[in-house]
């Protein structure tokens, strides 16, 4: 994956604590962000996630780290819709072409990369650079091999559509909720 200066990096959610925390994972992305605003390499912070319930509002909780390490306000963007990869990639796109930016920087796990990358250029970004976390997680076994389907999905779908409507699956929240009675 190419790095290099971008316009904006893009920060993928990940989970939170039943409290709204960030959890380890996107911790860890919040870090490698906070290490390309200080270092000058990407001005500007697009963190997007999802609303997985009351109090847990992905975009929100990376928006209050990065402000209390030490990153402007000015210097975030929220997005609240970014439910998944797809649409992360066209709400970055849409907000990039606004304001006349052109490079991109990916933040989020390296098995993820390849398909963040495949739906931002899919979405027209002309130019692509990530960033990850350079620690290896037990579970990342695990989003390794989902990550193969996955990209072998987004291959398909917008190679047959580039205009197919982003689809959210979230199989262990999914399984979590059968296991665990909501309140």
Same mark, same amino acid.
């Given at each position: 994956m190419p790095d290099g200066r971008a316009?904006?990096?893009v920060v993928f959610g990940n989970a939170l604590t039943i409290d709204g925390l960030p959890e380890p994972i996107l911790l860890s992305r919040l870090? =490698?962000?906070i290490q390309c605003y200080r270092s000058g390499a990407c001005p500007r912070l697009f963190v997007s996630g999802s609303?997985?319930?009351p109090g847990r509002d992905e975009a929100a909780a990376m928006r209050h780290y990065l402000l209390t390490h030490g990153v402007p306000d000015?210097?975030?963007t929220v997005d609240r819709a970014g439910d998944n990869t797809l649409a992360t990639a066209r709400n970055a796109l849409a907000y990039m072409r606004a304001h006349n930016l052109s490079r991109?920087?990916?933040v989020t796990q390296y098995y993820h990369l390849a398909r963040a #990358?495949?739906?931002f250029e899919r979405a027209g970004a002309p130019t692509v650079y990530g960033d990850w976390p350079h620690a290896f997680r037990l579970t990342d076994l695990y989003a390794s091999w989902r990550e193969v389907p996955a990209f072998a999905i987004y291959r398909i779908r917008l190679g047959l559509n580039p205009d197919a409507r982003p =689809?959210? =699956? #979230?199989?262990m929240l999914f399984l979590f909720r059968l296991v665990v009675?909501?309140?």
């Open positions: 316009d904006l990096a870090e =490698v962000a609303i997985d319930g000015s210097c975030i991109v920087l990916l #990358r495949y739906a =689809v959210s =699956v #979230r199989p009675p909501q309140t």
